[in-house]
């Protein structure tokens, strides 16, 4: 729950740290974030969504772990790890992409975008198998 708060949380906090980062005011800041909740194109409450994508390889990871060990036992690691590498894609794919928006708000021609892309449907899902990967390694180390 907590994670996925934090990745509703964390694209129009990004966009704002990028915003006043770039020299705007906070007025124009809060301007632009309800403006870009407003856009067509790079809408940022469809960015948000899309952010999510990684969590369906956390979702598909559990059931397939469900089906092989027959346990839901101590899923909360898994949970915690996949959240934390889904965060860092989120972060780096927005502070990649709105310093060259703002503060014109002019998008930036091809390839920019494709950050929204490539972020959370290659990078988000590897780096939830690799986070989901290194608590069942630590938890193998720990066990008795």
Same mark, same amino acid.
């Given at each position: 729950?907590?994670?996925?708060?934090?990745?509703?949380?964390?694209?129009?906090?990004?966009?704002?740290?990028?915003?006043?980062?770039?020299?705007?005011?906070?007025?124009?800041?809060?301007?632009?974030?309800?403006?870009?909740?407003?856009?067509?194109?790079?809408?940022?409450?469809?960015?948000? $969504?899309? &952010?999510? *994508?990684?969590?369906?390889?956390?979702?598909?990871? %559990?059931? /397939?772990?469900? @089906?092989?060990?027959?346990? +839901?036992?101590? $899923?909360? &690691?898994? *949970?915690?790890?996949?959240?934390?590498?889904?965060? %860092?894609? /989120?972060?780096? @794919?927005?502070?990649?992409? +709105?310093?060259?928006?703002?503060?014109?708000?002019?998008?930036?021609?091809?390839?920019?975008? %494709?950050?929204?892309?490539?972020?959370?449907?290659?990078?988000?899902?590897?780096?939830?198998?690799?986070?989901?990967?290194?608590?069942?390694?630590?938890?193998?180390?720990?066990?008795?």
């Amino acid at each position: 729950m907590t994670g996925a708060l934090l990745l509703i949380v964390l694209p129009p906090l990004v966009f704002g740290i990028v915003a006043i980062g770039e020299g705007m005011s906070l007025r124009a800041t809060v301007a632009a974030l309800v403006e870009q909740y407003q856009q067509q194109r790079l809408n940022l409450a469809v960015l948000t $969504a899309i &952010g999510f *994508v990684p969590l369906v390889v956390l979702g598909v990871w %559990l059931l /397939v772990r469900r @089906m092989i060990w027959r346990t +839901w036992h101590d $899923a909360g &690691g898994y *949970v915690v790890a996949a959240s934390a590498a889904t965060a %860092l894609v /989120v972060v780096f @794919m927005h502070s990649e992409y +709105w310093p060259t928006y703002l503060p014109s708000r002019v998008p930036a021609g091809f390839p920019h975008g %494709l950050e929204f892309t490539i972020g959370p449907f290659v990078f988000g899902p590897v780096t939830v198998l690799l986070a989901c990967v290194g608590v069942g390694l630590y938890r193998r180390s720990r066990r008795p």
